[in-house]
Antibody, heavy 119, light 110 residues
Framework: QLQLRESGPGLVKPSETLSLSCTAS??????????WGWIRQSPGKGLEWIGSLYSSGSAYYNPSLKSRVTMSIDASENQFSLSLKSVTAADTSVYFC???????????WGQGSQVTVSS | QSVLTQPPSASGTPGRRVTISCSGSSSNIGSNTVNWYQQLPGTAPNLIIYFNNVRPSGVSDRFSGSKSGTSASLAISGLQSGDEAVYYC???????????FGGGTELTVL
């Protein structure tokens, strides 16, 4: 059974870069036909898709975040990562990593990682 | 306000059937498949319906999905207290090039 776990700083200062990793266990990230995605959820609000990355490296990003987002895969570490630059308080959210059956359908999710943007 | 519109709340009594609607447009639900997620308090969303009406392995057959035109519905039969959660619909949007989520429907079992 695939398990995903997010890791990274829980506190990021405004204008700095938010960096999160998602480590997989019970399954391989590389050399398959899945997508690997990031979704966030602000306190008391709904879900916002950040992007989906195919195992080959091609990526789909939310246009509203595209200029600030980079996603990558490290198959040797069986993990994928999210980088969001120039953060503001509006980026304070719980960040989930997930596996995509296709770019838009997520069947396995991490537990979520709370990231607060504050000085 | 979400592009995919869901009622903010729904309720039903144990054993009864409840439906949750999700309204979109031709660029999302009208031309792409719909997924449904269940989010229990304090947990990550869980996929319960994908490709409009397919249940992942392990999901109860009390959950069913349907789509017609630019709207979709999630039906839950034989309501149980454990079904209390927030339910989200989701679909790709061809115009916005984004995965959309509805605003969520909080289900209460009375």
């Amino acid at each position: 059974q695939l398990q995903l776990r997010e890791s990274g700083p829980g506190l990021v200062k405004p204008s700095e870069t938010l960096s999160l990793s998602c480590t997989a266990s019970g399954g391989s990230i590389g050399r398959n036909s899945y997508y690997w995605g990031w979704i966030r959820q602000s306190p008391g609000k709904g879900l916002e898709w950040i992007g989906s990355l195919y195992s080959s490296g091609s990526a789909y990003y939310n246009p509203s975040l595209k200029s600030r987002v980079t996603m990558s895969i490290d198959a040797s570490e069986n993990q994928f990562s999210l980088s969001l630059k120039s953060v503001t308080a509006a980026d304070t959210s719980v960040y989930f990593c997930a596996r995509g059956m296709v770019a838009s359908t997520f069947d396995y999710w991490g537990q979520g990682s709370q990231v607060t943007v504050s000085s | 306000q979400s592009v995919l519109t869901q009622p903010p709340s729904a309720s039903g009594t144990p054993g009864r059937r409840v439906t949750i609607s999700c309204s979109g447009s031709s660029s999302n639900i009208g031309s792409n498949t719909v997924n449904w997620y269940q989010q229990l308090p304090g947990t990550a969303p869980n996929l319960i319906i994908y490709f409009n009406n397919v249940r992942p392995s392990g999901v109860s057959d009390r959950f069913s999905g349907s789509k017609s035109g630019t709207s979709a519905s999630l039906a839950i039969s034989g309501l149980q207290s454990g079904d209390e959660a927030v339910y989200y619909c989701s679909a790709w949007d061809d115009s916005l090039n984004v995965v959309l989520f509805g605003g969520g429907t909080e289900l209460t079992v009375l």
